[in-house]
C-alpha cells in the first residue's frame, strides 16, 4: 500500500526535528517545518536521500566546513543553507 503524502510529510519531518543533534535538529527540522504543507513527493525523496548520508557529514556540508561530494544533493543542500541564513537577516 502507498503512503499518502500528509502521512509522509510528518514522517520527515519528524525524522528532520530528530536528528540527534541540535544544530541539525534546528537546520534540517526548521526547513521542513516551516515548508511542510508545500513538499511534494520529490522535494520528500530528495529529503530522505539526503538525511540518509551520515550525520557528521551532513552537518559539515550544511555549515559550509566541507565541500559537498557529487553524490549528494547540493541544490537542497543550498535551499536548507540560505533558508536559515534568511532567517538569521534583520
Same mark, same amino acid.
Not at 1 to 7: L, N, W
Not at 61 to 79: F, T
Given at each position: %500500500?502507498?503512503? =499518502?503524502?500528509?502521512?509522509r510529510r #510528518?514522517?520527515?519531518?519528524?525524522? @528532520?526535528? +530528530?536528528?540527534?543533534?541540535?544544530? %541539525?535538529?534546528?537546520?534540517?527540522?526548521?526547513?521542513?517545518?516551516d515548508h511542510? @504543507?508545500?513538499?511534494?513527493? @520529490?522535494?520528500? =525523496?530528495? &529529503?530522505?536521500?539526503?538525511? =540518509? +548520508?551520515?550525520?557528521?557529514?551532513?552537518?559539515?556540508?550544511?555549515?559550509?566546513?566541507?565541500?559537498?561530494?557529487?553524490?549528494?544533493?547540493? @541544490?537542497?543542500? =543550498?535551499?536548507?543553507?540560505? +533558508? #536559515? &541564513?534568511?532567517?538569521?537577516?534583520?
Open positions: %500500500m502507498t503512503e =499518502d503524502i500528509e502521512t #510528518k514522517r520527515v519531518l519528524y525524522r @528532520a526535528q +530528530h536528528r540527534g543533534t541540535q544544530e %541539525m535538529d534546528i537546520l534540517i527540522g526548521g526547513f521542513v517545518a511542510l @504543507a508545500t513538499l511534494d513527493s @520529490a522535494l520528500l =525523496d530528495r &529529503l530522505e536521500a539526503l538525511m =540518509d +548520508h551520515e550525520e557528521t557529514d551532513l552537518q559539515a556540508w550544511l555549515l559550509g566546513q566541507r565541500g559537498v561530494p557529487e553524490e549528494a544533493d547540493q @541544490a537542497l543542500i =543550498d535551499l536548507i543553507r540560505d +533558508h #536559515k &541564513l534568511g532567517q538569521a537577516r534583520p
